[in-house]
């Protein structure tokens, strides 16, 4: 167990809709990190929120958003969803604000786009 | 965008042999990673490389690093059944600040 919670570990959902993700990180990590793995883009960095604030942005949708609230955990809303829109989507944390350590990933939230 | 490639994308061995995974990348680094991701599953971290550092072991894992080739190769001896997932090579790349980027990952099979 990394300490990293996600919900929901599932969703199903249709082609238009908003979804949003949640994260909890482990106990005493500051910053947050979204990614998503599908079968064709494989691991790909979305955003990184280091205590409440945006500090790196990677491969991120404009249809997709962020935030990270004062008690750090975070949300990842995905919005005019599309089929390809369907992957796991991955939150991880840790206690940087840069990369200098281990990553912690939780579990996943699989979305499925019909 | 991918900054490692790991090679082969597939790999299977019987328990007890050697396994070896190779990563390549493509711009200068702080350090490399490596993960590990069971089917479905999230990812754990195995082993973190600094780019001064040309070797490092953590139990049956070995990892190397040549900067000049810009290459890692992550060994697995003595493979074992539970050694079965895919695993990630992971480089820090500064863009719009840091960020880890990930490869596609060797799958790896271990069979009894």
């Known amino acids: 167990d990394s300490g990293v919670t996600q919900t929901p570990k599932h969703l199903i959902t249709a082609t238009g809709q908003r979804v949003t993700l949640r994260c909890s990180p482990r106990?005493?990590?500051?910053?947050v990190y979204w990614y998503q793995q599908s079968l064709d883009q494989g691991l790909q960095f979305l955003i990184q929120y280091y205590n409440g604030e945006e500090r790196a942005k990677g491969n991120i949708l404009e249809r997709f958003s962020a935030q990270q609230f004062p008690d750090l955990h975070s949300e990842l809303n995905l919005s005019s969803l599309e089929l390809g829109d369907s992957a796991l989507y991955f939150c991880?944390?840790?206690?940087?604000?840069?990369?200098?350590?281990?990553?912690?990933f939780g579990e996943g939230s699989r979305l499925t786009v019909l | 965008s991918q900054q490692g490639e790991e090679d082969p994308q597939a790999l299977s061995i019987q328990e007890g042999e050697n396994a070896t995974m190779n990563c390549s990348y493509k711009t200068s680094i702080n350090n490399l990673q490596w993960y590990r991701q069971n089917s479905g599953r999230g990812l754990v971290h195995l082993i973190l490389?600094?780019?001064?550092?040309r070797e490092k072991h953590s139990g049956r894992l070995r990892v190397t690093l040549d900067t000049s080739k810009k290459s890692s190769s992550l060994l697995i001896t003595a493979s074992r059944a539970a050694d079965t997932a895919s695993y990630f090579c992971a480089t820090d790349i500064s863009n719009s600040g840091y960020a880890l980027n990930f490869g596609k990952g060797t799958s790896l099979l271990v069979t009894p």
């Open positions: 991880a944390s840790n206690r940087d604000r840069g990369f200098t350590g281990e990553l912690f």
């Open positions: 490389i600094r780019s001064n550092e």
């Open positions: 106990s005493g990590d500051l910053s």
